[in-house]
């Protein structure tokens, strides 16, 4: 796939959230297989030949024990370390201002560590051609949308539901603009590009691509990585 594309790539990881879910433990640093979370997903990015440069964006509470996880680590192609911000999207707009001379931004959840090489590459190639792909899977379940009453307003049709993921993938001069103009709190990347009239490709994800919030999901990846190790 490394042929199509044009430029420099960078990624942000994001891992500023408050873990507010798993109590006291900071998610970002619980392991998976005696290894961090963070680590996880870091090891992918540094690993894959499509990236050049990587910003991790984490919280006060945890960006010196980050710093201290590079120092340990071997990745060679981060740029920075940060602080991040309040919500989400200031983390992400910290992290933009962390990269250089990039052209393509890969924006992935850190608390999502069985990311693959795979979902990344692919999801540079589906972002040729409107500048912007979101990974994603459809929904499994029914869907019902409810009021402020909790009666049941709708039932959208389940086939065009999709669960969106991380990685997001986008064109640099598309995702900065979208968050220069934001207003208002989202709570993924491609809305705020969907707001600004871009169209966002959707490629399916994988469900094993979990993002870990609770100590249910810290159980379940621990289960899906010895299945993982016994395939």
């Known amino acids: 796939m ?16 408050s873990s507010r879910r798993m109590g006291n433990i900071d998610k970002m640093f619980a392991e998976v297989g005696g290894i961090p979370i963070l680590a996880r997903s870091v090891d992918v990015f540094n ?3 499509l990236v ?3 910003a991790i964006v984490l919280s006060e509470f945890n960006i010196d ?7 340990k680590g071997s990745w060679s192609k981060v740029a920075a370390v940060c602080l991040g911000g309040e919500r989400r999207q200031d983390s992400v707009r910290e992290g933009l201002k962390r990269l250089s001379g990039c052209q393509w931004v890969v924006i992935h959840d850190g608390a999502r560590p069985f990311v693959s090489a795979d979902l990344i590459e692919r999801g540079l190639a589906e972002a040729q051609e409107s500048g912007a792909a979101v990974c994603a899977v459809p929904v499994t379940d029914t869907i019902k949308v409810v009021g402020m009453d909790n009666h049941v307003l709708k039932t959208p049709a389940r086939e065009s539901l999709w669960m969106a993921q991380t990685p997001q993938v986008f064109r640099f ?3 900065e603009r979208a968050h220069k103009q934001a207003e208002g709190e989202v709570t993924d990347d491609a809305t705020l590009v969907e707001r600004l009239g871009y169209k966002v ?3 399916l994800g994988s469900y094993e691509n979990i993002k ?5 999901d810290l159980a379940l990846a621990e289960i899906m990585l010895k299945e993982r190790e016994q395939r």
Do not use: N, S
């Open 2 to 17: 490394g042929h199509i594309l044009a430029g420099k790539v960078g990624a942000i990881i994001v891992a500023a959230g």
């Open 47 to 49: 690993q894959c030949p």
């Open 212 to 216: 870990i919030t609770t100590l249910q």
């Open 65 to 71: 024990r980050g710093r201290r996880l590079l120092e």
């Open 173 to 175: 001069d598309i995702i």
């Open 52 to 54: 050049h440069e990587i």
């Open 201 to 203: 490709k959707v490629y």
